[in-house]
């Protein structure tokens, strides 16, 4: 079992920034991509950006890129997600997720740990 612990959310300016963390437990360490989603409210959870277990490969939504930028740590089993420039398109609630395998899936059925979120907002 993997548990994951999201914390760093909050409210913020338009062109702010943000770093969330992933706090994870259990056997989220090799073999184990992580990845960040969020959702909005009366929409459909979407993929923001994964990592590869070994911290080689990441992968993002292509409105993030060069905006949000995500990380690992595999000593202390957290990961990140530094969020700059931010949009109020952007404001949603955010999701870590793991999975044993590949981080280039964006389906949220093919990740099988989540967190509880934590809720970003960005005003205009």
């Known amino acids: 079992q993997v548990q994951l612990v999201e914390s760093g959310g909050g409210l913020v300016q338009a062109g702010g920034s943000l770093r969330l963390s992933c706090a994870s437990s259990g056997r989220a360490d090799s073999g184990y991509s992580m990845g960040w989603f969020r959702q909005a409210p009366g929409k459909e959870r979407e993929f923001v950006a994964a990592i590869s277990w070994d911290g080689t490969s990441t992968y993002y939504k292509d409105s993030v890129k060069g905006r949000l930028t995500i990380s690992r740590d595999n000593v202390k089993n957290t990961v990140h997600l530094q969020m700059n420039s931010l949009k109020p398109d952007d404001t949603a609630v955010y999701f870590c997720?793991?999975?044993?395998?590949?981080?280039?899936?964006?389906?949220?059925?093919?990740?099988?740990?989540w967190g509880q979120g934590t809720q970003v907002t960005v005003s205009s």
């Open positions: 997720a793991a999975r044993f395998g590949l981080p280039r899936k964006v389906e949220p059925t093919s990740w099988d740990y």
